[in-house]
């Protein structure tokens, strides 16, 4: 299928994501499918956003270069080749002033101060400035700490009501790389939805996750590092 296809395909799912407004969406780092969603849905909010769009990445700003050590040293996914591509066309549509680009790390964090409480105050003020899409791990996209990190309050729990929490589940069991408690960094195998009847492109209820909604692609794919493995 042509990419201008599978585009105009996926237009009806877009639409019905933009139509919830401003968005933090929570993906499984090392996927191909999370950052061709988020070129997707910003090259169809472009012409459609009456509001800057200002698109946040879980990335710091030396990830403009190929070359740092962002791509070589960061291994738990968001160093793949296929978020590199994303980055290439999000810089890109910065230099011809169609969007406002946003890196979550990099900053000075101020003392006292957890990095995904900056995170979550930086989207917090965002919102007010433009129409805002935000990628982060699902850890971090998540409205209330979760039971497996009791100790950390993640960036979602800062961002304020005016945004919604959308994480991204695959219908069928497929592939992610990155790294674990249980070395080595690896291609691994990632299940399918446990939610019975789920469909790629469908939005279900996310509260038993801890997001507002659920969004389903068919399957993950491996996205492999974009300097080796």
Known sequence: ????????????????????????????????????????????????VNETVIVSLELSERARDS??????????????AAMWSLLEFLVQK?????????????????????????????????VKEGFVIALAGNFHSSRAIEPRRPGIAPAGTYVGSDIT?????????????????????RVRPMPGTSIKNASAGELV???????????????YTASMPLHGD
Not at 40 to 47: D, F, G, I, N, S
Not at 205 to 219: C, P, T, Y
């Open 165 to 185: 929490h959308i994480r991204i589940e695959s219908v069928e069991a497929g592939e992610a790389w990155f790294c674990s408690s249980d070395p080595p960094c």
């Open 1 to 48: 299928m042509s990419r201008l296809n599978r585009h105009a395909r996926l237009m009806p799912y877009l639409d019905r994501l933009l139509s919830h407004g401003d968005l933090f969406i929570g993906e499984v780092h090392g996927t191909v499918e999370s950052p061709r969603l988020m070129q997707c849905l910003v090259e169809r909010a472009l012409p459609r």
């Open 67 to 80: 070359g740092s050590l962002h791509w070589r040293d960061i291994r738990d996914g968001r160093s793949s």
């Open 94 to 126: 910065e230099r011809e002033g169609a969007l406002r680009l946003h890196f979550q790390h990099g900053g000075q964090v101020p003392a006292g101060m957890s990095i995904d409480e900056y995170s979550g105050m930086a989207l917090k003020t965002l």
């Open 205 to 219: 209820d996310g509260s038993e996750m801890n997001h507002d909604l659920i969004f389903f692609v068919q399957k």
